[in-house]
């Protein structure tokens, strides 16, 4: 018996302490792999930003001969300022912070109201109402007879086309609800019990208790409400003044491109005045990029506290 | 309320169904408020049919946009348009009555009483704004050059006036069928109504902008060009659908495009485990710090726009960019990459990965966290190797996770979103990089084709749905509880 165990020992001894070498050997080739692989997706993901950064603020003549790689050479942050020159530049600014706020803020507001109303077992016919508003997000009639609903409704070429249809978002409110649900019954109940009203509870105790969940779908809208592009192409086809930030990026971008392709199909035979715009204009567009996405990396580090929590709660059904 | 009888009077029973029918009654002529065909103010060709009542009855600019040339040249009254706005604008306020009183209906007896008489007043005044209409009509009658002002006596003016005379004649009935309410009645509206009244804005507007757009299908129909009006004349059944199969060139886009989708979807869903062997991998890293800061660097990209990213391409490989910029100086010629049409799919697909599966993987990270860690230990102590604990314990666990991501991706297999192929489309790619969603937005907003782009959209949606469904059951058979 003991011999016996006394083997076993040497046995398991002699399984873990053989392999243990080898793996230790295959460890170290593997974290030095492992880490190589991930800290070069990093820095493929981060090195445009940074290439487009210093491109803004290098000396343009040599942005212009393509002298800028990895290091800002020349370091000037005119081209910033001359952006207040560039056309309808600042009305695209205005248009998309005006559109972010407004309809980031009405969107949360009216989220937070819906999600607690549906959360009332006594409304008439809650669940059908709630279901008819959650359904929306599984169907579309398609683009086209969206933009017909759209005109017809007078919301093109309207600033409020960019608000009004974003006031009720599905996903949102199920995230809010499923929150709200979490909040114990009692601190409501108590609330009525001392004569509150429905919209005294919103305020007083359902608003500030959701404040973390409010706090996700506000970054995530305003970050929608940033980069959308779509509504603004086109819905607002005939009235420019009201086009975003991320359209006229877009513009300016192919406009370059089409000046591109004909340099590209006339064999570099540009005429003068053609290549100065071409090259006027790559300063520009570029310093356009990065205003663009200047305010994603602002909010980006605030976004990160919240956007787990937001994922896992989307993840779990409402 | 004291009149919580058990069984109700004849009398209290009639008032109920009144009271229903009433309401129907009062949503349908809210809706007229939004719909063109049915606008009583297009007394005049020279009103845009697309005018509903409500727009009308705001917006004197567009009411009045066609009629320049026929007030300068003396054929109208410009003072008969000014009659016709503000008798809409009257309308649309006796409206807003009408629509107060059905909310008040809902109320105490008191209250019910009180809506009757708003709901009494607000027809009367709708009647006077119709009035108004008629007025202009008749004005617009005696234009020298009928053939060019058209007036036409509208449909919906009968509809409209029938409804508000309904309106009329109920709110009478109900005030003289019901009860005087007691002296101690008060205002009020039972809880389960006033909730459902707080939410009804928001009901409304999921409506407005998600059902009402299903109405839009009738273009299908129809051989309708931006700016016709729907009417029997141009209604043409199914000839597009047929249209669809039928043209050869329309056929062998579809199929292309068909084609690029579900390449394009197709690659996505073959590499959806990239993202759940992304944080597999990231997860044997071991140091927080560097953790924190890979997760940091590969999610940023998610959260900007196509059009970013498509400046980033720009930047980066068109003829101006860093590349190229690189090989001019090694001695060549600068490259444009974008305007390169091959391997468009590969190029998407890469370009997909880099915005998204720093994202992706997030979901299956806390799924890592979420795994017992006594199982890792366990099988080290049974001698299981890395890779053997991450494909024994790790993959199993997040499983059910990439399934249901699976099954979705699955269901939406048509729908690849617009931005990402319409920012790279150029002419050298157009052919391999259009999808079905940028197809639909060329041929409908892009040159016009608006029926035949409804007929795919909407073959589209159906397919999409269908396929949800198929996907929640699925789900519903290898998991036991459904995804939607």
């Given amino acids: 018996m003991e011999i016996n165990s006394a083997k076993k020992l040497k046995k398991l001894e002699g399984m873990s302490s053989t392999p243990k070498y080898r793996t230790r050997m295959s460890d170290i080739v593997f974290e030095i792999v492992n880490h190589t692989f991930f800290l070069v997706f990093a820095l493929a993901c981060i090195f445009p930003f940074y290439y487009l950064f210093i491109n803004t603020i290098s000396d343009n003549e040599l942005v212009r001969i393509g002298a800028i790689t990895l290091i800002p050479k020349g370091i000037h942050f005119r081209n910033y300022l001359s952006l207040t020159n560039v056309n309808d530049l600042g009305q695209a600014f205005k248009i998309s912070i005006l559109r972010t706020i407004i309809g980031t803020a009405l969107m949360v507001g009216s989220t937070a109201l819906v999600g607690f109303l549906v959360t009332k077992q006594e409304m008439w016919g809650r669940s059908i109402w709630y279901r008819f508003m959650v359904i929306t997000m599984y169907f ?32 949102n409110i199920i995230l809010v609800k499923t929150y709200i649900e979490s909040i114990p019954a009692e601190l409501e109940e108590s609330a009525y019990i001392d004569g509150a009203t429905y919209m005294t509870v919103f305020r007083k105790i359902i608003w500030p208790l959701s404040k973390p969940i409010l706090a996700t779908i506000a970054i995530f809208g305003a970050v929608g409400n940033w980069n959308s592009f779509q509504d603004s192409l086109i819905l ?4 420019a003044s009201l086009h975003t930030l991320q359209h006229r990026l877009w513009t300016y971008l192919n406009e370059a491109n089409n000046l591109a392709a004909m340099m590209q199909g006339a064999n570099g035979q540009l005429s003068a005045s053609q290549q100065a715009q071409l090259l006027d204009s790559k300063t520009i567009k570029y310093t356009v990029s990065m205003v663009t996405v200047l305010p994603i990396m602002f909010v980006y580090p605030f976004m990160q506290r919240y956007f787990e929590k937001g994922i896992m709660l989307g993840a779990v059904k409402g | 309320m004291k009149t919580d009888k058990l069984v109700k009077t004849t009398k209290e029973r009639i ?19 939004c719909i063109p065909a049915i606008n009583p103010a297009n007394v005049s060709e020279l009103i845009n049919d697309n005018m509903s009542l409500f727009t009308s009855g705001i917006d004197y600019a567009s009411l009045t946009a066609g009629i320049i040339r026929a007030v300068t040249l003396g054929w109208v009254q410009e003072s008969s348009f000014v009659i016709i706005f503000i008798s809409c604008m009257v309308i649309i306020f006796s409206y807003a009555g009408i629509a107060v009183n059905a909310c008040m209906s809902l109320g105490s007896l008191k209250m019910r009483r009180l809506g009757n008489i708003v709901a009494l007043i607000s027809s009367v005044t709708g009647l006077a704004g119709m009035g108004g209409i008629y007025q202009a009509y008749v004005q617009l009658c005696e234009t020298s050059k009928p053939e060019k002002v058209g007036p036409h006596f509208p449909f919906g003016f009968i509809v409209i006036v029938g409804a508000l005379l309904i309106i009329l004649v109920f709110s009478l009935l109900l005030l003289m069928l019901q009860p005087k309410p007691d002296a101690d009645d008060v205002y009020e509206l039972k809880q389960k109504y006033k909730l459902f009244l707080l939410l009804s804005p928001f009901i409304l507007l999921t ?10 299908w009738r273009y299908a129909f129809y051989d309708y060009n931006a700016g016709d009006t729907l009417s ?15 043209n050869s060139a329309t056929r062998s886009d579809i199929v292309r495009v068909i084609r690029n989708t579900m390449a394009m979807s197709g690659l996505g869903i073959a590499t959806s485990w990239c993202a759940m062997a992304f944080a597999i991998f990231l997860c044997e890293i071991k140091s927080l710090r560097i953790r924190r800061f890979i997760q940091t660097c590969t999610t940023i990209p998610n959260f900007i726009s196509w059009v970013m990213v498509y400046s980033f391409a720009f930047v980066l490989f068109s003829s101006e960019g860093l590349v190229s910029n690189l090989i001019v100086r090694n001695g060549g010629t600068a490259v444009n990459f974008l305007m390169n049409g091959d391997h468009i799919w590969l190029k998407m697909l890469l370009w997909g990965m880099w915005k998204g599966i720093g994202w992706s993987a997030i979901i299956y990270i806390a799924g890592i966290s979420g ?8 099988a080290t102590v049974d001698g299981a190797g890395r890779f053997q604990r991450m494909w024994h314990i790790t993959v199993p666990g997040l499983l059910p996770t990439f399934l249901v991501l699976l099954l979705m991706q699955i269901a939406g297999i048509l729908s690849n979103g617009l931005d990402q192929y319409l920012v790279f489309r150029n ?20 040159s016009g084709v608006i029926p035949l782009s409804t007929v795919v959209g909407m073959c589209k949606s159906l397919i999409s749905v269908a396929l949800l469904l198929v996907a929640n059951r699925a789900s519903k058979m290898i998991r036991g509880n459904s995804i939607v």
Avoid: C, H
């Fill in chain 1, 236 to 239: 607002m086809q005939n009235d």
């Fill in chain 2, 427 to 446: 002419p050298n790619n157009a052919s391999g990089i259009e999808v079905l969603d940028l197809y639909v937005y060329r041929l409908g907003i892009g």
């Fill in chain 2, 15 to 33: 008032t109920d169904i009144l009271f229903y029918v009433y309401r129907i009654i009062i949503i349908l002529l809210l809706i007229t408020l």
């Fill in chain 2, 232 to 246: 029997k004349d141009n209604f043409v059944g199914f000839k597009w659908f047929t249209y669809l199969f039928q």
């Fill in chain 2, 207 to 216: 409506f407005v902008f998600s059902y009402l757009q299903l109405w839009g």
């Fill in chain 2, 371 to 378: 795994i017992d860690q006594q199982l890792y230990e366990a």
């Fill in chain 1, 140 to 171: 579309n009639a398609g683009l086209i007879p969206w933009y017909l609903n759209m005109s017809m409704l007078g919301l093109t070429d309207n600033f409020l086309g960019y608000i009004i249809p974003g006031i009720v978002a599905p996903y």
